[in-house]
């Protein structure tokens, strides 16, 4: 079957839990999986390392990995440039590995454009007053934030619909092994084992005919 | 998220070993998943008994089901009718029970066409000559029967396309595994949770408004 890694993209609202899904499901698989790091133009902050967090780039260094075309995508917030280098992602995929790219809505769109094969995740909270109650936090966030917060969640929940598969996060532990159901069921869909069906195929035909 | 059950139709080689597989899938997770249970025209075997193995019907029942629209769909081989009652199907799928239907390409379509929602999974051996080992048996068979059973895989093979995943059954155990996670995975895909999705949105936009 299928033994090239599948670029899985993870969306989903703040809130949901991606990173803390994501971890515990390179925990669990380390050898299944690898996460993909992005690279940035801004500041490492302390404890982050290059290479581990983000690679870490001058505004040169990585306009010039835009002209090269080095990255799957990029976009900039604020002053900031954040981008999927290429190579990172083509190694991990080459060697087996189901990378995971963590990513918004619109990323998500692009990186789907240049890699068709391309899994779409998107974690959600089960209800929206869940997503609502992880959103208020610990009561301590103005009516203004939490606001601004909902109005964010509403925008990327119109997105919702162009992903593969919906994740419903509850329980941390049963949503792992749900996502790692997923990911590797993935494996046997058809339009990724094209080659094997045309190989049994053409065997049969030739088996056939002895 | 999806609490209805999946139609799945499982299809394959003959000597892919799809009975045994998903006599071993209902043994494990015999909550989870209900077998179609087919209606004929034939006549009982010994050791067949009526609503197990069978449905067992004459010829004017089976017509009269027919016109009724009672069947999902249905063949003639040989003298006898063999079809799949809709009562039956429809009662599990609504107990949440994903119901697995064992059925040739040809029905496969007829289904999948009645209920778009159809899973289709196709299950192989991992090579073709290893189906030919399979279907060669214990070496008591004729040259011809062995080239006409390869004939009937390269025709069965031509259909492998239209499935939606493509089960290699090398291991037994391994494979039912693989089963169940796809059938289970198939329950967060985003087109089955469309009422799940609007919920939700909607649900942000009031709590937004507040």
């Known amino acids: 079957m299928e033994?090239?890694?599948?670029?899985t993209v993870v969306s989903g609202f703040s809130g949901a839990g991606k990173g803390t899904l994501m971890h515990?499901?390179?925990?669990?698989y380390p050898d299944r999986y690898a996460l993909s790091i992005s690279a940035t133009t801004r500041q490492p902050r302390e404890g982050e390392a290059d290479g581990r967090e983000y690679f870490f780039k001058t505004k040169d260094e990585f306009e010039k990995m835009i002209a090269k075309d080095e990255l799957i995508e990029y976009a900039r917030y604020v002053e900031n440039y954040y981008g999927t280098p290429r190579a990172y992602v083509e190694e991990m995929l080459e060697a087996g590995k189901d990378v995971i790219l963590e990513i918004e809505v619109q990323g998500a769109m692009k990186v789907k454009k240049a890699f068709p094969d391309t899994l779409l995740l998107f974690v959600t909270p089960p209800t929206a007053e869940e997503?609502?109650?992880?959103?208020?936090g610990r009561g301590t966030e103005t009516a203004e934030v939490i606001g601004s917060r909902l109005c964010r969640a509403a925008e990327e929940a119109e997105g919702m619909g162009q992903y593969d598969y919906l994740i419903v996060n509850d329980k941390l532990d049963v949503c792992v092994e749900e996502m790692h159901g997923i990911i590797q069921g993935e494996h046997c869909r058809n339009f990724r084992n094209t080659q094997f069906m045309e190989k049994i195929k053409q065997d049969l035909q030739e088996l056939k005919g002895e």
């Open 131 to 136: 997503l609502k109650k992880r959103l208020t």
């Open 3 to 7: 033994t090239k890694g599948i670029l």
């Open 24 to 28: 515990a499901l390179l925990q669990r």
